[in-house]
């Protein structure tokens, strides 16, 4: 695990009048609720407006995230957990997920707060939930990213508030 080279943000962050969708898999849920925490205190913190919204598990995110950004979303936090196991699944799951959360948020225009660990075990996911003992926060820091690219979108498109 890696947090060297990370951004330090100490700029607070004004999140008031965005509305954002935290959407989460159902796998592996000690470690998905410590990332959704993590991701909702963040969101809190800055004063957006949130949802949450549960599907079976990290491949299913994409399609929800493209129901979020139609249904008014200004940004979504996708969470999941995939664990590495004795078969292919592992790569096909990894790949397609942050595949189709790339498209939706391309073809969205709207950012997607990328929090889907990829581990080899859970120990990793332990240790990246936010939970306490965790070295690193990523529902965290996938909601702050969220904020951060939507305040810099909404900027460079002009709409302002």
Do not use: C
């Not at 080279?5 to 410590?34: C, E, K, M, S, Y």
């Amino acid at each position: 695990m890696s947090g060297a080279g990370a951004p330090a943000t100490t700029t607070p962050i004004d999140g008031a009048g965005l509305r954002v969708v935290v959407i989460a898999g159902t796998w592996h849920d000690g470690i998905t609720n410590g990332l959704i925490a993590g991701a909702q205190r963040v969101l809190d913190e800055a004063g957006a407006t949130h949802s949450l919204a549960r599907v079976p598990g990290s491949f299913e995110l994409a399609v929800a995230a493209k129901a979020a950004f139609a249904g008014g979303a200004d940004a979504v936090v996708a969470l999941g957990v995939i664990i590495r196991g004795g078969t292919p699944h592992f790569e096909y799951v990894s790949a397609a997920t942050t595949d189709g959360l790339t498209r939706v948020a391309l073809d969205a225009g709207k950012p997607v707060g990328f929090g889907v660990l990829t581990l080899d075990d859970q120990q990793q996911g332990l240790d990246r939930a936010g939970l306490e003992g965790s070295k690193e926060d990523k529902g965290a820091e996938a909601a702050d990213a969220a904020l951060r690219t939507a305040l810099v979108i909404r900027e460079l498109s002009g709409s302002g508030r």
